[in-house]
Protein backbone atom coordinates (compact mmCIF):
# COMPACT_ATOMS: atom_id res chain seq x y z
CA UNK A 1 0.00 0.00 0.00
CA UNK A 2 0.92 3.51 -0.60
CA UNK A 3 2.02 6.04 1.55
CA UNK A 4 -1.27 8.82 1.61
CA UNK A 5 0.34 12.22 2.21
CA UNK A 6 -1.97 14.93 3.74
CA UNK A 7 -1.18 17.99 2.18
CA UNK A 8 -1.22 21.48 3.62
CA UNK A 9 -3.27 23.81 1.55
CA UNK A 10 -1.80 27.24 -0.23
CA UNK A 11 -3.78 29.98 -0.11
CA UNK A 12 -4.75 32.94 -2.31
CA UNK A 13 -5.51 36.07 -0.80
CA UNK A 14 -6.65 38.05 -4.04
CA UNK A 15 -8.68 35.33 -5.31
CA UNK A 16 -9.70 33.63 -1.70
CA UNK A 17 -8.86 30.27 -2.62
CA UNK A 18 -6.73 27.41 -1.98
CA UNK A 19 -4.19 26.40 -4.26
CA UNK A 20 -1.09 24.28 -4.63
CA UNK A 21 2.68 24.27 -6.96
CA UNK A 22 2.85 20.84 -8.41
CA UNK A 23 6.06 20.16 -7.57
CA UNK A 24 4.83 19.40 -4.44
CA UNK A 25 2.36 16.56 -5.47
CA UNK A 26 4.26 15.45 -8.33
CA UNK A 27 7.27 15.22 -5.91
CA UNK A 28 5.34 12.69 -3.59
CA UNK A 29 4.24 10.70 -6.32
CA UNK A 30 7.96 10.04 -7.28
CA UNK A 31 9.02 9.51 -4.19
CA UNK A 32 5.87 7.19 -3.96
CA UNK A 33 3.35 8.20 -2.38
CA UNK A 34 -0.41 9.32 -2.61
CA UNK A 35 -0.67 13.27 -2.04
CA UNK A 36 -3.93 14.52 -0.85
CA UNK A 37 -4.23 18.42 -0.55
CA UNK A 38 -6.20 19.13 2.38
CA UNK A 39 -9.04 21.53 2.81
CA UNK A 40 -8.07 24.71 4.55
CA UNK A 41 -10.20 24.49 7.74
CA UNK A 42 -9.43 24.95 11.73
CA UNK A 43 -12.64 22.36 12.59
CA UNK A 44 -10.80 20.06 15.03
CA UNK A 45 -13.36 17.25 14.48
CA UNK A 46 -12.66 17.45 11.17
CA UNK A 47 -8.87 17.98 11.25
CA UNK A 48 -8.62 14.64 13.70
CA UNK A 49 -10.55 12.61 11.00
CA UNK A 50 -7.75 13.74 8.35
CA UNK A 51 -5.06 13.04 10.81
CA UNK A 52 -6.28 9.72 11.14
CA UNK A 53 -6.75 8.63 7.71
CA UNK A 54 -3.24 10.39 6.29
CA UNK A 55 -0.25 8.31 7.08
CA UNK A 56 1.78 11.12 6.64
CA UNK A 57 1.98 15.49 6.45
CA UNK A 58 3.73 17.83 4.30
CA UNK A 59 3.59 21.18 5.71
CA UNK A 60 4.20 23.45 2.57
CA UNK A 61 5.96 27.06 1.92
CA UNK A 62 3.28 29.97 1.47
CA UNK A 63 2.69 32.84 3.76
CA UNK A 64 4.32 34.13 6.50
CA UNK A 65 4.23 32.36 10.05
CA UNK A 66 2.53 34.99 11.94
CA UNK A 67 4.73 36.66 14.51
CA UNK A 68 1.54 36.18 17.25
CA UNK A 69 3.05 32.51 17.57
CA UNK A 70 5.98 33.38 19.26
CA UNK A 71 4.49 36.83 21.03
CA UNK A 72 6.10 39.38 18.89
CA UNK A 73 4.27 42.10 16.72
CA UNK A 74 4.55 42.32 13.25
CA UNK A 75 7.76 43.82 12.14
CA UNK A 76 7.16 45.81 8.94
CA UNK A 77 4.52 45.55 5.59
CA UNK A 78 6.61 42.30 4.01
CA UNK A 79 5.80 40.00 6.50
CA UNK A 80 2.28 38.78 5.00
CA UNK A 81 0.43 36.20 6.86
CA UNK A 82 -2.41 33.76 6.77
CA UNK A 83 -3.98 33.49 10.33
CA UNK A 84 -6.42 30.73 9.00
CA UNK A 85 -3.31 28.76 7.62
CA UNK A 86 -1.68 29.42 11.22
CA UNK A 87 -4.81 28.09 13.10
CA UNK A 88 -5.05 24.94 11.20
CA UNK A 89 -1.82 23.57 11.05
CA UNK A 90 -1.07 24.22 14.92
CA UNK A 91 -4.33 21.97 15.27
CA UNK A 92 -2.58 19.23 13.05
CA UNK A 93 0.76 19.67 14.06
CA UNK A 94 -0.61 18.77 18.05
CA UNK A 95 -2.34 15.99 16.34
CA UNK A 96 0.40 14.36 14.13
CA UNK A 97 2.82 14.74 16.82
CA UNK A 98 1.00 12.43 19.32
CA UNK A 99 -0.21 9.97 17.01
CA UNK A 100 3.83 9.99 16.12
CA UNK A 101 3.29 10.06 12.54
CA UNK A 102 6.11 11.67 9.59
CA UNK A 103 5.76 15.21 8.90
CA UNK A 104 8.13 17.13 6.41
CA UNK A 105 8.19 20.82 6.27
CA UNK A 106 9.45 22.98 3.60
CA UNK A 107 9.98 26.54 3.70
CA UNK A 108 7.31 28.20 5.78
CA UNK A 109 6.82 24.42 6.96
CA UNK A 110 10.92 24.82 9.19
CA UNK A 111 9.15 28.20 10.09
CA UNK A 112 5.75 26.89 11.10
CA UNK A 113 7.21 24.44 13.06
CA UNK A 114 10.19 26.16 14.48
CA UNK A 115 7.58 28.91 16.13
CA UNK A 116 4.66 26.89 17.37
CA UNK A 117 7.36 24.71 19.30
CA UNK A 118 8.41 27.28 21.08
CA UNK A 119 11.19 29.35 18.87
CA UNK A 120 11.43 32.53 17.42
CA UNK A 121 11.88 33.69 13.60
CA UNK A 122 13.24 36.60 11.52
CA UNK A 123 10.52 38.03 10.26
CA UNK A 124 12.21 39.82 7.51
CA UNK A 125 16.03 38.83 6.69
CA UNK A 126 17.04 41.57 4.70
CA UNK A 127 15.83 43.86 7.77
CA UNK A 128 16.94 42.05 10.05
CA UNK A 129 19.88 39.90 9.17
CA UNK A 130 21.35 41.07 5.96
CA UNK A 131 23.51 38.88 4.42
CA UNK A 132 25.72 38.68 1.07
CA UNK A 133 24.45 35.18 0.21
CA UNK A 134 21.00 34.87 -1.50
CA UNK A 135 18.42 33.96 0.25
CA UNK A 136 15.80 34.67 -1.90
CA UNK A 137 16.45 34.03 -5.53
CA UNK A 138 14.64 34.98 -9.27
CA UNK A 139 13.41 32.14 -11.25
CA UNK A 140 14.06 29.37 -12.14
CA UNK A 141 14.29 27.82 -8.65
CA UNK A 142 15.71 24.37 -9.26
CA UNK A 143 19.15 26.13 -10.08
CA UNK A 144 21.26 25.80 -6.51
CA UNK A 145 22.07 29.07 -5.34
CA UNK A 146 24.06 28.72 -1.73
CA UNK A 147 25.53 25.71 -0.24
CA UNK A 148 24.68 24.51 3.42
CA UNK A 149 27.08 22.53 6.18
CA UNK A 150 24.79 19.00 6.85
CA UNK A 151 25.92 18.21 10.34
CA UNK A 152 27.25 14.51 10.56
CA UNK A 153 25.69 13.15 14.05
CA UNK A 154 22.33 13.94 11.63
CA UNK A 155 19.56 12.15 10.24
CA UNK A 156 19.97 13.87 7.02
CA UNK A 157 23.67 13.03 7.29
CA UNK A 158 22.77 9.16 7.61
CA UNK A 159 20.10 9.63 4.54
CA UNK A 160 22.37 11.32 1.85
CA UNK A 161 25.82 10.34 3.36
CA UNK A 162 27.76 13.68 2.38
CA UNK A 163 28.81 16.81 4.78
CA UNK A 164 28.03 19.59 2.22
CA UNK A 165 25.18 20.51 -0.35
CA UNK A 166 24.22 23.06 -2.76
CA UNK A 167 20.63 23.97 -2.48
CA UNK A 168 17.92 26.87 -3.79
CA UNK A 169 16.64 29.28 -2.09
CA UNK A 170 13.12 31.42 -1.79
CA UNK A 171 12.20 32.81 1.54
CA UNK A 172 12.92 36.10 3.64
CA UNK A 173 11.87 34.55 7.00
CA UNK A 174 14.23 31.95 8.76
CA UNK A 175 14.48 30.10 11.98
CA UNK A 176 16.47 32.55 14.85
CA UNK A 177 16.19 31.15 17.99
CA UNK A 178 15.29 27.31 17.72
CA UNK A 179 12.69 25.33 19.59
CA UNK A 180 14.50 23.50 22.58
CA UNK A 181 12.54 20.50 21.18
CA UNK A 182 14.41 20.59 17.78
CA UNK A 183 17.68 20.12 16.88
CA UNK A 184 19.68 21.25 13.72
CA UNK A 185 20.77 19.53 10.50
CA UNK A 186 22.11 21.63 8.45
CA UNK A 187 23.20 25.41 8.72
CA UNK A 188 24.09 27.91 5.65
CA UNK A 189 27.33 29.55 5.16
CA UNK A 190 26.05 32.55 6.66
CA UNK A 191 24.66 30.73 9.66
CA UNK A 192 21.24 30.31 9.53
CA UNK A 193 19.95 26.94 10.18
CA UNK A 194 18.36 25.10 7.28
CA UNK A 195 17.19 22.07 8.06
CA UNK A 196 16.04 20.88 11.48
CA UNK A 197 14.69 17.79 13.39
CA UNK A 198 12.61 16.58 16.24
CA UNK A 199 14.26 13.99 18.35
CA UNK A 200 11.86 11.00 20.01
CA UNK A 201 9.74 10.90 16.81
CA UNK A 202 9.44 8.69 14.25
CA UNK A 203 10.11 10.75 11.41
CA UNK A 204 9.69 14.91 12.17
CA UNK A 205 12.16 16.64 9.66
CA UNK A 206 11.95 20.44 8.20
CA UNK A 207 14.06 21.91 5.63
CA UNK A 208 14.53 25.41 4.31
CA UNK A 209 15.33 25.37 0.68
CA UNK A 210 12.77 23.65 -2.16
CA UNK A 211 13.26 20.03 -3.08
CA UNK A 212 9.58 20.10 -4.51
CA UNK A 213 11.50 22.53 -7.12
CA UNK A 214 14.25 20.53 -8.05
CA UNK A 215 13.61 17.24 -7.30
CA UNK A 216 13.60 16.17 -10.66
CA UNK A 217 17.27 17.43 -11.33
CA UNK A 218 19.18 17.19 -8.04
CA UNK A 219 19.40 13.71 -6.06
CA UNK A 220 19.45 14.78 -2.95
CA UNK A 221 15.98 16.07 -3.15
CA UNK A 222 14.33 13.38 -4.82
CA UNK A 223 16.30 11.23 -1.54
CA UNK A 224 14.99 13.66 1.09
CA UNK A 225 11.35 12.89 -0.42
CA UNK A 226 11.63 9.37 -0.48
CA UNK A 227 12.81 9.09 2.82
CA UNK A 228 10.12 11.06 4.14
CA UNK A 229 7.66 8.78 2.03
CA UNK A 230 9.12 5.31 3.17
CA UNK A 231 9.29 6.32 6.90
CA UNK A 232 5.78 5.50 6.56
CA UNK A 233 5.93 1.77 6.61
CA UNK A 234 8.36 1.80 10.07
Known amino acids: MKAL ?11 ESIWMFPGYLEGIQKAGGIPIVLPLS ?3 GDLEHLVKMCDEFLFTGGHDVSPELYQEKLLNKSVVCCSRRDAMEKIVLQKVLELDKPLLGICRGIQFLNAAL ?4 YQDLPTERPSVMEHHQQAPYDVPVHRVKILKDSP ?13 SYHHQAVRRMSPMLKPMAVSEDGLVEALYMPGHRFVWAVQWHPEFSYKTDVSSIQILQEFVRMSGK
Open 5 to 15: IGVMPLWDDEK
Open 42 to 44: SDE
Open 118 to 121: GGTL
Open 156 to 168: LFQCLGVEELLVN
